[in-house]
């Protein structure tokens, strides 16, 4: 992996390198007739190897982003900036981010209506018990709404081992019908909408968890809150 990501490093500054030498031999033809400055040669240099960089980064997986299908949205719909979260419950990477990044991207950018979140399934294998928990919410937002899902989200993530007795305890507490919650979680068919988003995230190259995209742009695994910004930032300029 270290061998990759040295050759990913050189690979991105040959390149810089590449654009900016023909940049500069492009801008040069027209200097000395009236034509580009030595400042606006720099300037274009520059933001040819950020744009080239930005894309590396964050590269575009789907045109308009990822389909939304059905699922739970938190915030604005009509917000210019979709974040779309592919997640499994049993995952403490998933944990770490709904805990520690989520809350400031809902202050700056949910909550004042410059993005919305949707979140859909991609339980792994090897968690048993992912997609028991997916279900779960998915059923206590089929007799409530959206706030309610992500409501029983955030139980999911903040307490503890995930269990049956522990999804009827949350649906006990947000003044669920037990009864109905009991029949929806034991209802087979509704892993089918898990599945569903497991195979979409298969499609826009989320390979693990968690897995976003964001306006069309990739982002794999738990990043700091300055990722997430400065990729909202960039999206909101254009």
């Keep these: ?3 990759d990501n040295n050759s990913l490093v050189v690979a991105i500054v040959f390149a810089s390198i590449v654009i900016s030498g023909s940049l500069v031999f ?3 033809q027209f200097e000395g007739a009236g034509g580009i ?3 606006d040669i720099e300037k274009r240099v520059q933001d040819g190897i950020e744009e080239y960089q930005y894309n590396e980064a964050f590269p575009l997986v789907a045109v308009g982003g990822a389909d939304e299908d059905d699922d739970a949205v938190m915030g604005d719909p009509n917000a210019p900036i979709t974040i779309v979260e592919f997640s499994d419950y049993e995952c403490p990477y998933c944990a770490r981010f709904t805990t520690q990044t ?3 991207i809902i202050e700056k950018y949910i909550d004042t209506g410059k993005a919305k979140l949707v979140y859909r399934d991609f339980p792994l294998s090897f968690h048993p018990n992912a997609v028991g928990a997916a279900v779960a919410a ?3 937002r089929e007799q409530s709404d959206d706030a309610t899902y992500f409501e029983f989200h955030d139980k999911l993530y903040e307490g503890g081992a995930l269990s049956t007795e522990r999804y009827v305890q949350y649906a006990r507490e947000l003044d669920l019908d037990l009864s109905e919650f ?3 979680i ?3 068919s ?3 909408e898990v599945q569903n988003d497991f195979e979409d995230g298969q499609r826009y190259q989320i390979t693990g968890t968690p897995g976003f995209v964001i306006n069309g742009r990739l982002i794999s695994g738990a990043r700091d809150y300055a990722v997430f910004e400065y990729l909202i930032e960039k999206e909101l300029e254009n």
Excluded: H, I, V
């Design 26 to 28: 492009f801008a040069t």
């Design 37 to 39: 400055s030595e400042s």
């Design 1 to 3: 992996m270290k061998k």
């Design 186 to 188: 034991n209802d087979e």
């Design 182 to 184: 009991n029949s929806c």
């Design 102 to 104: 989520l809350p400031r």
């Design 190 to 192: 509704k892993a089918d």
């Design 138 to 140: 998915e059923c206590a």
